[in-house]
């Protein structure tokens, strides 16, 4: 059974940092791409980040690029999301997402997460 856990979020002041973790079950991680997306209240869901299968070709929202970093390893069978500079904006319900095709479009992801919520105020 194909299933995607996130975990790692919280709350955090702005300028802080967390790294969030997916954790693959029930498939091989590294033979596909895995994106992260975020869902604030009232708002569509945003593409942040996708890493490839072979984790050479990485891509990043415009909204998080320089201050998200997405990475993979294979033997932990898991995709972190290290997140630095957070701003409030940020706040939101994270998912991580498995897709075969190398693409930001959440309509081509077919496994997702239950989400983590991340939450950023003073």
């Known amino acids: 059974q194909v299933q995607l856990v996130e975990s790692g979020g919280g709350l955090v002041q702005p300028g802080g940092s967390l790294r969030l973790s997916c954790a693959a079950s029930?498939?091989?991680?590294?033979?596909?791409?895995i994106g992260w997306f975020r869902q604030a209240p009232g708002k569509g869901r945003e593409g942040v980040s996708y890493?490839?299968?072979?984790?050479?070709?990485?891509a990043y929202g415009d909204s998080v690029k320089g201050r998200f970093t997405i990475s993979r390893d294979y033997g932990k069978n898991t995709v972190y999301l290290q997140m630095n500079s957070l701003k409030p904006e940020d706040t939101a319900v994270y998912y991580c997402?498995?897709?075969?095709?190398?693409?930001?479009?959440?309509?081509?992801?077919?496994?997702w997460g239950q989400g983590t919520q991340v939450t950023v105020s003073s």
């Open positions: 029930g498939f091989t991680l590294g033979h596909y791409t």
């Open positions: 997402a498995r897709s075969g095709k190398l693409t930001m479009n959440p309509d081509f992801y077919e496994y």
């Open positions: 890493i490839s299968s072979s984790a050479t070709v990485t």
